[in-house]
């Protein structure tokens, strides 16, 4: 997938970050999610997500694809995920969904907090990468009629989930 200028504000970012089509398949992934799980991020793409949780969370991860299916997006939702070793760790799931110009489903951008990892350096560094995520994508939409349709639906996806991150209280994670 080509990056937008919107997309490259996940490239490095310390959140794990996925997007997915409309049936689970994960079509891209920043290097945060690929290197949690164990894998190299070509390893990541073009796999389906239940391969990241363990047998006994296919019914949560079923249920989070249900409830963004009805709603478009999901939030807070607690789920088991596996690494490459088989090592588990819980992560709190977030997503939204992405849209083509017709309003058509291309898919979601879903963001998960490993719990595991949740402290006051995490939560402050979480806090300053949103505001300048939210800040670039603000740059971004001063040229947004000038933007290719593909570009336009990653900025409004990924501005929704911005928008969704910035509501999410990280110290009762």
């Known amino acids: 997938m080509p990056q937008t200028e919107a997309r490259k504000t996940l490239k490095d970012a310390p959140v794990m970050w996925r997007r997915i089509n409309s ?33 006994e969370s296919w019914e949560e991860m079923n249920d989070s694809l249900k409830t963004w299916f009805e709603t478009g997006k999901v939030t807070d939702r607690k789920i088991t995920f596996k690494r490459q070793d088989n090592s588990t760790f819980e992560g709190l799931l977030q997503a939204t969904s992405l849209y083509d110009e017709n309003k058509n489903l ?49 900025y409004d996806g990924l501005k929704n989930m911005f928008e969704m991150l910035s509501k999410v209280d990280l110290e009762k994670l």
């Open 106 to 154: 291309l898919g979601s951008n879903t963001v998960i907090f490993d719990l595991t990892e949740m402290n006051d350096k995490k939560m402050k560094e979480y806090t300053v990468f949103f505001n300048d995520a939210n800040s670039r994508l603000n740059e971004i939409k001063e040229n947004y009629k000038q933007l290719d349709e593909d570009s336009k639906s990653e």
């Open 23 to 55: 049936i689970g398949v994960i079509l891209d992934c920043n290097s945060t999610y690929a290197a949690n799980l164990g894998y190299a991020k070509s390893e990541v793409i073009g796999k389906p997500i239940f391969e990241h949780v363990p047998k």
